[in-house]
């Protein structure tokens, strides 16, 4: 998925920021690694990409130590979908070697998701619940166009 596909969806102003997010991250700043995590895996259609998703979410997790409770948010939104992508791509089950990559996908799941839990209950006083109320609902690109649209409103 390219950026400039990605960027067409709030014009300008969203292209704009996913460049300072990319240089944001480049740098180490696991907050903007989430936000792109986030626009991939949440996007719409073509721009729904898993794989740039997991790329941006693992940075997350290098950029940040399980140790410091300033990183536990962020962390624990990285682990959180990292656990569902795999999940998701635990494939199916028709077969033996579909079984094995289900099984695995299962087990890398748990641990993603159990780390986040973890993560949870030792830094943010154990409240998974309303973290989880924390992501968008809906359309990620819906927000990213409402938030392009007040800031034209405001030039």
């Known amino acids: 998925t390219s950026s400039s596909s990605v960027g067409k ?19 180490g ?6 936000l792109l995590g986030d626009l991939y895996f949440y996007g719409k ?20 130590d399980e140790d410091e409770g300033e990183d536990a948010y962020v962390r624990m939104r990285a682990l959180r979908k990292l656990g569902s992508i795999a999940a998701w791509e635990g494939g199916d ?24 839990l973890a993560t949870c209950r030792t830094h943010l006083g154990g409240n998974f619940a309303f973290l989880l109320s924390h992501d968008p609902p809906g359309d990620f690109y819906s927000h990213l166009e409402a938030e392009a649209k007040i800031a034209d409103d405001h030039e």
Do not use: C, F, I, M
Not at 9 to 27: N, P, T
């Open 9 to 27: 969806v709030g014009g300008k102003a969203v292209k704009e920021a996913l460049k300072y997010y990319k240089q944001s991250a480049a740098l």
């Open 29 to 34: 700043y696991a907050p903007a690694s989430s």
């Open 45 to 64: 259609d073509e721009t729904r990409d898993w794989n740039e998703a997991r790329t941006h979410l693992e940075k997350v997790l290098e950029d940040t």
């Open 93 to 116: 089950s028709a077969t033996a070697t579909a079984t094995a990559t289900a099984t695995t996908a299962t087990s890398g799941a748990r641990d993603y998701l159990t780390e986040a």
